[in-house]
Antibody
Framework: QITLKESGPTLVKPTQTLTLTCTFS??????????VGWIRQPPGKALEWLAL???????RYSPSLKSRLTITKDTSKNQVVLTMTNMDPVDTATYYC????????????????WGQGTLVTVSS | QSALTQPASVSGSPGQSITISCTGT?????????VSWYQQHPGKAPKLMIY???KRPSGVSNRFSGSKSGNTASLTISGLQAEDEADYYC??????????FGGGTKLTVL
């Protein structure tokens, strides 16, 4: 059974750095082709892709947020961490982590399992 | 990269078919067969419904189908049921090796 769960602060102040952790089970980030990504959704708005890290430590970032994002993994702990600097009220959103699948060791380009999401509010 | 363009809302009666469009560019939808569709009920996480333009994950009803022509992908739901009422998002891999989502479509079952 594959599960992912996001954790982190529910409230951050403007200009602070947000650190979110995705803890997963049922698959390994050492498996060729597997990736874990982050997607966010402001209240009442659309999904926005943020970042993804592959089994081989290849990292991808949203061009519009690249300067503020860092994604890392701890394979032994089955965790992926996303940091976002200089938080602003417009960053208030539910943040999801999701798995990117692999078929025969080749990365796929969709997200098949998602966490429940964690709501982060940015306010002073 | 700009969000993919979807209609804000669509509606249909039970038993009918509806189609949701997703328009991008040659750098995303038109350039790759890596379009996926997600269903999201209020307060819930998105659920993968279609991947690689037209493939269905195990467990997804065959009432859901996907297609693509040029820079526009489409999701068709046939035999509409009340439980299909949800928000639907398309997504595509891009030439920048990133992903982009659509603005979402609210499906109302009348």
């Amino acid at each position: 059974q594959i599960t992912l769960k996001e954790s982190g602060p529910t409230l951050v102040k403007p200009t602070q750095t947000l650190t979110l952790t995705c803890t997963f089970s049922g698959f390994s980030l050492s498996t060729s082709g597997v990736g874990v990504g982050w997607i966010r959704q402001p209240p009442g708005k659309a999904l926005e892709w943020l970042a993804l890290i592959y089994w081989n430590d290849d990292k991808r970032y949203s061009p519009s947020l690249k300067s503020r994002l860092t994604i890392t993994k701890d394979t032994s702990k089955n965790q992926v961490v996303l940091t976002m600097t200089n938080m602003d009220p417009v960053d208030t959103a539910t943040y999801y982590c999701a798995r990117s699948d692999t078929i025969f060791g080749v990365a796929e380009y969709y997200f098949d399992y998602w966490g429940q999401g964690t709501l982060v509010t940015v306010s002073s | 990269q700009s969000a993919l363009t979807q209609p804000a809302s669509v509606s249909g009666s039970p038993g009918q078919s509806i189609t949701i469009s997703c328009t991008g560019t040659s750098s995303d939808v038109g350039g790759y067969n890596y379009v996926s569709w997600y269903q999201q009920h209020p307060g819930k996480a998105p659920k993968l419904m279609i991947y690689d333009v037209s493939k269905r994950p195990s467990g997804v009803s065959n009432r859901f189908s996907g297609s693509k022509s040029g820079n526009t992908a489409s999701l068709t739901i046939s035999g509409l049921q009340a439980e299909d009422e949800a928000d639907y998002y398309c997504s595509s891999y891009t030439s920048s090796s990133t992903w982009v989502f659509g603005g979402g479509t609210k499906l109302t079952v009348l």
